[in-house]
């Protein structure tokens, strides 16, 4: 690890002006469980890190007119162990419980799930974040089991590395980013974004940006679950996960939202499977449909063609458990941080 | 001869106190709380930092080495080429240049200050394609050639056969047979390679090293008699030893020539000669510690290239401490490997499940070495075989004994034929390994394998419920059962035992043994406890230093027979020295007096007794010292074990992923010394394989020649939550406690991995070729796309 400037700032607005100007210059420190070894590695060699861990405000679960509010610093252990998550928003509390191991969610903030850099072993190598060596994609000439199956025409074929970011997505959750010209609030659909250089990232900040909060609307009526495909039982990356989000009219489904995990350089939605699930009762049959609806632009890269499979039951399990979960209530007014502070 | 084993042997089962029961590991609080120190854990005063600059290129030339910016460089203290220009690099991450700061950031931006100019050479790193149309390898035997051969435990008769058939490309010296018979290697094979010819090799690019075809017996008649025929394709990658402390030293030079090393090691006793070797200093000068050793596997019985220029750098700064531990990356890629094995095995049968012919066609990789051929067929001694193995020459790393070394290829390989045959007979593979049983027996079964392997066998189906869980190859809709049986050596090795009663009463012992985290410690304990009379919480017990009296390295499982009958004797004499100094006023002969709960007493009159204190207050001024040593008097141990292990899978059908439900290992290791550490070591071995089996694989990028998972993200470990039940039931009582303690570190690691990958054909309905068994793989062969048979 190389040298470096520390600052530790307590006000939201005192951090943009501490942020750098391009990337790399400046990492945000929260649980740092992807950052130190980022920079043990030397992958990232920042001038300054800006611990926002004593910024007021960010540490809070609450809820803002009706919707669920998470501060950037809010750990996954208490997500997946909040009641008022684990009733409201099942989905969410199951993905941050279930997410890497205890000692990662102790520490690993939601916004920092958010903001983790592609796990390629490119990368991770430190051939930058495309992987490109004389004008070559590394990944395509290499072994890409892990890579992407969609979104893959390049020049980005790492996967996004959130199992946490599909679920926000089909609960059509936003993050608040402040800046130097204040606060915006973005859907986390269209946070994540493929990189086209190596000086660009995977999402929507500037440099001097920074997530304050995730928003997660109600979801009234939501029947939510999501799925990982992956080897172990616990602290390790799944092959693909799947999000799946429905709003049911009686017995079938009224609008679905369908988000996969590790196959594309960015969450990604299935527009295609939402469509083959509308106004269908959900069987096997109808699942199966959606689930190779979601996979039917899905290319190999050479070594990663099972992972086209494995996302297609990713798929089908998640919404064959959703469809099987009990609808969710509106959140409870005077609902608060579910004990979990 | 009679006599000794009467007065050393060990105490019979109804007057063992401690020997065989359920102590815990005496270090196990150290450890939980964080007090045991590894060397990982050490900061020496004044210590300076060390950090590498690695070769980029898994196959180079040094062309030019520029350290002067480094050496610049404020807060660095010393520079030190590792591998000056004109080294041939043959693997990325190989140690070019070291430097020692005051930190670590300081000595990372030293390292990359240094310029190194490199020749890029091709390099090779798939093991993985089945080599064909390869000429049979004649060229002259290199010393790394029989390095490799030795490494792999290449059977005598192999060695022999190459060294006539090709030569030696150089002239064996005197140091070289020396350190070959220091090494066990016998002495029929130093015969035959100091009557080898030596040839001037020709220069050659291939990786590939076909060996001579091995025949025994008449394959083609048997093949052509036999009812049934199974072939398939079996094999395992190379996976890392992957140690939770990395390789590494803290050296430092208490005067001018004199060395004190702190070194993560499996051979505390042995690192001074390579110290004095490598160093040029006498072998009395270097001072060797290591208090714990956070895994080694295998791989840590040399001070390594890492050790040597650490010593190297200390000397260059002036004797001050300097530490090099490897990073992780390095740990993957360098520190560890076990070779890879694949084959093509065709295997012959009568219809009622008689095994007559066995044909493998072998290949794989240990690194540059290439590397040997796997035992085969693996304790299933098949009566006609056609054996032909190519080493494949790779950049991939150097080898390293990995537990129970060639063994679990061996039985993965030939565990699976068996199991693909019995399939095609409709068998069900208990029956046909209990019909071939005994071809199991090996050519001097003194303990009577067979049976070992039969008892073992019906005691694993019992414990997992084979008779009603078990279902013909892919009835059970993802649920299956596998076996496999094992075997290991394990004979003790060299060890001294000093110890020291003093007139207080207090015991002292040292040792210059290494417990590896199984129980050394403990077990040592136990001995001295049982035969002294005393609770092992009254002993002493130093060991990790190499000026204490010497004991071989914990490597074959040949520990615990060395420090057990070692320790025994150095007991035993004490005991019966402190029985003459007291027996007078006991009114007793020293023979009639015995050492029980603390006391000395008179066997046939206990009340006749005096405290253990009060017996040593007797001795005056003069402590009683003993030296017990092994070998020595009396028939203590032996060697030979068998194994047998079951395994209980369900495998997801559509993602292909395999989840471990139960395991069985039922072990045999003559007298077992401490039982619950034992345990514990097979527990181990099981958790150990079980990610071998279905995770692990050093996985190499075929452009860079890096590997690319060197890391714990993707180089995957089984968790708490992937092991499923185990179940360890040891073989005790008649039979086996009269053989006394073998080994039992590499056993169970032998098994598991075939028992598994059987178990997985049979619920899929398919074999699995290749380890690790990925939901890839099985997805393939459920789809039929990958060379399975049946």
Redesign the interface.
């Given at each position: 690890?190389?040298?470096f400037d520390y600052a530790s700032p307590t006000k939201t607005d005192q951090v943009p002006a501490l942020l750098g100007k391009s990337w790399g210059e400046v990492e945000i420190l929260a649980g740092g469980s992807d950052l130190l070894s980022l920079m043990k590695?030397?992958i990232t060699t920042p001038k300054r890190l800006v611990n926002i861990k004593q910024v007021d405000g960010l540490h809070a679960i609450s809820n803002e007119g009706g919707a669920l509010q998470l501060g950037t610093l809010v750990t996954l252990d208490r997500i997946g162990s909040a009641a008022q998550i684990q009733h409201q928003y099942p989905m969410l509390a199951a993905a941050a419980g279930d997410a890497a191991s205890p000692q990662i969610r102790n520490v690993a903030t939601i916004g920092g799930n958010l903001c983790q850099r592609p796990?390629c072993?490119?990368f991770?190598?430190g051939h930058g974040l495309l992987a490109q060596k004389d004008g070559k994609s590394?990944v395509l000439?290499?072994?890409n089991?892990?890579h992407a199956i969609l979104g893959n025409d390049g020049p980005a074929y790492f996967v996004s590395p959130s199992t946490v970011a599909p679920v926000l997505i089909a609960y059509n959750a936003k993050v608040r980013i402040a800046g130097p010209r204040g606060t915006r609030e973005v859907p986390v659909e269209k946070f994540f974004i493929i990189p086209k250089t190596d000086q660009e990232r995977e999402h929507d900040l500037r440099p001097d940006e920074f997530i304050t909060h995730v928003i997660v609307p109600p979801a009234p009526g939501v029947r939510a679950a999501h799925y990982e495909?992956?080897?172990?039982?616990?602290?390790?990356?799944p092959?693909a996960t799947a999000a799946v989000a429905l709003t049911m009219n009686a017995s079938t489904v009224q609008s679905a939202r369908v988000v996969m995990g590790h196959v594309a350089p960015v969450p990604w939605v299935s527009p295609e499977a939402a469509q083959a699930l509308q106004g269908k009762a959900v069987t096997p049959a109808t699942a199966d449909q959606a689930a190779e609806a979601a996979v039917a632009k899905a290319k190999s890269l050479g070594h990663n063609?099972?992972k086209i499979?494995?996302a297609r039951?990713a798929v089908k399990r998640a919404i064959l458990a959703a469809a099987g979960s009990p609808a969710r209530a509106a959140l409870a007014r005077d609902a608060s941080e579910g004990g979990a502070a | 001869m009679a006599d000794d084993n009467a007065k050393y042997g060990w105490p019979a089962a109804e007057q063992r106190s401690l020997i065989g029961k359920r102590i815990s590991r005496v270090d196990g609080p150290d450890k939980v709380s964080g007090r045991a120190k590894y060397t990982y854990d050490l900061h020496r005063p004044g210590m300076l930092y060390g950090k590498v600059v690695r070769s980029p290129h898994a196959h180079a030339k040094v062309v030019s080495i520029d350290t002067s910016a480094a050496e610049n460089l404020p807060g660095v203290k010393g520079v030190y080429i590792i591998q000056d220009k004109g080294s041939e690099i043959h693997w990325a991450g190989d140690d070019i240049v070291v430097i020692a700061a005051v930190d670590e950031p300081t000595a990372a931006d030293a390292a990359h200050l240094v310029k190194v100019e490199y020749e890029v050479l091709p390099h090779f790193v798939d093991d993985f394609t089945q080599p064909k149309n390869i000429a049979e390898n004649n060229a002259p035997l290199s010393p790394r050639d029989l390095f490799q051969m030795f490494n792999n435990d290449a059977p005598d008769d192999q060695v022999i056969a190459a060294a006539q058939k090709r030569g030696l490309a150089f002239q064996l010296t005197p140091e070289m047979t020396q350190r070959m018979k220091d090494n066990e290697v016998s002495e029929t094979v130093i015969k035959a390679l100091q009557a080898a010819p030596v040839k001037q090799p020709q220069p050659t690019n291939s990786p590939f090293r076909k060996e001579s075809e091995q025949v025994k017996g008449d394959p083609d008649a048997a093949f052509k008699e036999a009812e049934v025929v199974s072939e398939g394709m079996y094999g395992c990658p190379v996976i890392t030893h992957c140690c939770l402390e990395s390789h590494g030293s803290i050296a430092e030079w208490t005067d001018s020539d004199h060395l004190f090393s702190h070194i993560s090691t499996q051979n505390v006793s042995g690192l001074a000669s390579q110290y004095a070797q490598s160093l040029k200093i006498p072998e009395a000068n270097v001072h060797v510690h290591q208090d714990h050793v956070g895994g080694g596997f295998g791989s840590k019985f040399g001070i390594d290239r890492w050790g040597a220029y650490t010593a190297q750098l200390s000397k260059k700064v002036g004797g001050k401490p300097v530490r090099v531990m490897l990073e992780r990356d390095a740990e993957l890629t360098l520190a560890g490997c076990r070779p890879s094995a694949f084959a093509k095995v065709k295997v012959g049968a009568k219809k009622d499940g008689t095994l007559t012919a066995w044909q493998s066609d072998s290949w794989g990789t240990g690194g540059p070495g290439g590397g040997g051929a796997p035992p085969m067929p693996y304790v299933v001694n098949i009566p006609n075989q056609r054996k032909q193995h190519t080493a494949v020459a790779t950049n991939i790393g150097p080898a390293r004994a990995w537990r129970a070394p060639n063994h679990p290829q061996g039985c993965l390989i030939t565990m699976g034929a068996i199991e693909d045959l019995a399939a095609k007979l409709g068998m069900d593979p208990l029956e046909l390994m209990l019909k071939n049983i005994k071809l199991t027996a090996p050519a001097e079964d003194t303990f009577h394998r067979a049976d070992t392997y039969r008892d073992e066998l019906m005691i694993a189906a019992d414990l997992i419920g084979w008779k009603k869980n078990w279902h013909p190859r892919g009835q059970g809709s993802g649920r299956g059962l596998g076996l496999a049986i094992h075997t290991w050596g394990g004979r003790g090795h060299e060890s001294n035992c000093a110890l020291t009663i003093h007139p207080t009463g207090s015991v002292e012992m040292k040792m210059g043994t290494q417990d590896l985290g199984v129980g050394t410690r403990t077990a040592i304990l136990i001995v001295a406890g049982e035969t002294l009379g005393l609770p092992i919480n009254q002993i002493d017990l130093k060991i990790g230093d190499n000026q204490y009296p010497s004991s071989g390295g914990s490597g074959g499982s040949t520990t615990i027979g060395g420090v057990s009958s070692s320790t025994r004797r150095a007991a035993v004499d004490a005991r019966d020295l402190l029985f003459a100094k007291v027996a007078s006023a006991l009114k007793a002969k020293p023979e009639e007096l015995e050492a029980v709960r603390g006391t000395i007493r008179v066997k046939s009159a206990p009340s006749r007794s005096m405290t253990w204190k009060e017996a040593c207050a007797r001795l005056g001024t003069q402590p009683i010292q003993t030296l017990g040593k092994n070998p020595g008097p009396g028939d203590l141990i032996s060697s030979g074990v068998g194994g047998a292990v079951m395994a209980d899978v369900s495998v997801d059908m559509e993602t292909g992923i395999v989840k471990m439900n139960k395991m069985v290992c039922v072990q045999d290791c003559g007298l077992v010394i401490s039982m619950k550490t034992a345990e514990s070591q097979v527990y181990g071995a099981m958790i150990m394989s079980i990610a071998t089996t279905l995770y692990e694989e050093k996985i190499m990028d075929p452009n860079t020649g890096h590997m690319l998972n060197p890391n714990m993200d993707f180089y995957r470990l089984a968790g708490i939550g992937d092991v499923g039940e185990l179940v360890v039931h040891m073989m005790t009582g008649k039979g086996y406690d009269e053989r006394g303690p073998i080994g039992l570190g590499e056993p169970p690691t032998v098994g598991p991995m075939a028992a598994i990958s059987n178990a997985v054909a049979n619920a899929i309905g398919v074999r699995v070729p290749f380890l690790p068994i990925t939901p890839d793989r099985v997805v393939a062969a459920l789809k039929g796309g990958s060379n399975a048979t049946v």
């Open positions: 690890m190389r040298p590695d030397e796990r072993w490119y991770r190598s590394m000439q290499g072994d089991r892990y495909v992956r080897q172990k039982e616990a602290f390790d990356w092959y063609e099972h499979h494995l039951v | -």
